[in-house]
């Protein structure tokens, strides 16, 4: 039966009426809508202007059929905006990955999938047309028309060979299909399947392999779960068969301001994984501007794979000599490097100052000038970045210094904001 036909009849039969199905084709426009809106954007349904309202009803009462228990409102001056609220050491599974599962399918499909499988469960090796002839035996006592084209059963035998459910072999000018065995007893990886399902960027595969598991493991619990990185899981796949194949690939981005173009060139070289705010990165050779930067999955909205690159080795031995000069995800080969100096006051017993300086000092260097006075400089392509962890060691800071006179500046208006700020609840408190 169709998707569509039996979203709805279940919807009538609770009593209720339904324009749209919670099943879906394509994850693409559902990631866009839950990035546009409950992760990112924020926005109401009238700030919504790339699709008609009525679009945006049905989207919207989509993912809520998902994720309704994670969802929350607002309202302000501009309307109503919804969102997503997680409690990461509360919840056993990302749920985000619930969206992968409503995908649809035809009556064909369900058929084949059923009846194909059925057919070579007893491990018999069978030509595309024998196949056909098994089916047409096997319905011929249902109404309806379930005559099976030749290309059809064939497409659907080559998409079921590639995902590895079933294996081809050639006998004389025959080709014989037949199911794989495997003998995994995945009661025996449910704890490894749990772990991979919530920290691995493409955790959805353990989400899927889990649901054929009699229990789900709810013993892992994480105080930083980065869950938004399953919104990302076609485009990382797709990268990293593209990195494998050292091809290069056309990426489409999210409309932005700063950008040029939308559309890009790009040979993708690796792929960066934060383990502080669980955000994925692409390091590729830009053919536009002519050198190696990174970008944001979660900017990526659709990614095309191209011709082989035969120099793919030498943007790779480049990539590695720019990210030397990288303090995180920030620069590229075009810009001039900017160096940092910073100068550290530790008191006598705080020898953990120094070897938290050594673990973290990344591309930089660490020195001792005297007992108390240590020296860090580093050179980088954005010092910028480096602004955050400088300012752990406010109280400690003797002098901090910067080619780029902007992020000095920064760092002493921040300073000079939080003193104002002490001095303001200071006076109101006396």
């Not at 969102?83 to 009556?107: C, E, G, H, M, W």
Request: proline content about 1%; charged content about 25%; overall charge neutral.
């Amino acid at each position: 039966m169709k998707a569509q036909w039996i979203s709805n009849s279940f919807a009538a039969e609770s009593g209720g009426t339904m324009a749209y199905s919670e099943l879906i084709k394509s994850f693409g426009r559902i990631r866009e809508y839950m990035r546009e809106f409950f992760v990112y954007g924020f926005k109401s349904r009238e700030e919504y202007t790339n699709k008609s309202a009525r679009s945006y009803d049905n989207e919207r009462r989509r993912i809520e059929s998902w994720l309704g228990e994670y969802m929350r409102f607002y309202r302000n001056e501009s309307g109503k905006n919804v969102f997503l609220s997680v409690n990461s050491r509360a919840i056993p599974q990302n749920p985000l990955y619930r969206a992968f599962k409503a995908k649809s399918f035809t009556d064909i499909d369900i058929t084949l999938h059923f009846y194909v499988l059925d057919i070579l469960a007893r491990g018999e090796k069978l030509t595309c047309n024998e196949i056909i002839d098994r089916l047409t035996d096997c319905l011929v006592c249902f109404e309806g028309n379930f005559d099976f084209d030749e290309s059809t059963v064939r497409k659907k035998l080559k998409e079921y060979t590639n995902l590895g459910l079933l294996k081809r072999e050639k006998s004389g000018k025959r080709i014989l299909y037949y199911k794989t065995t495997d003998n995994i007893e995945l009661q025996k990886w449910e704890d490894a399947l749990g772990f991979f399902a919530e920290v691995d960027p493409l955790g959805v595969v353990g989400s899927y392999v889990l649901d054929k598991t009699q229990q789900m493991p709810t013993h892992f619990c994480f105080k930083h779960n980065y869950i938004l990185h399953a919104l990302e899981s076609e485009v990382f796949y797709a990268l990293t068969q593209i990195i494998e194949n050292k091809n290069c690939a056309e990426i489409k981005l999210f409309s932005s301001r700063r950008a040029k173009t939308s559309e890009l060139r790009v040979l993708p070289l690796k792929i960066y994984v934060s383990v502080q705010n669980g955000r994925c990165h692409l390091l590729s050779y830009n053919y536009l501007y002519k050198c190696i930067s990174f970008f944001r999955l979660d900017s990526i909205k659709t990614i095309k794979t191209l011709t082989h690159e035969s120099d793919f080795d030498f943007y790779l031995d480049q990539a590695n000599q720019f990210t030397k000069n990288v303090w995180g995800v920030s620069g590229a080969t075009n810009q001039a490097l900017e160096h940092t100096e910073l100068l550290l006051r530790v008191e006598d017993g705080e020898e953990y100052i120094m070897a938290r300086l050594l673990r973290e000092k990344r591309c930089g260097t660490v020195e001792m000038l005297d007992k108390n006075t240590c020296r860090f400089f580093a050179d980088v392509y954005d010092a910028m970045e480096m602004l955050p962890w400088v300012r752990t060691f406010i109280g400690r800071v003797i002098k901090f210094e910067c080619s780029n006179e902007a992020v000095v500046k920064t760092f002493y208006d921040d300073l000079s904001m939080m003193y104002a700020h002490y001095e303001e609840v200071s006076n109101a408190i006396s």
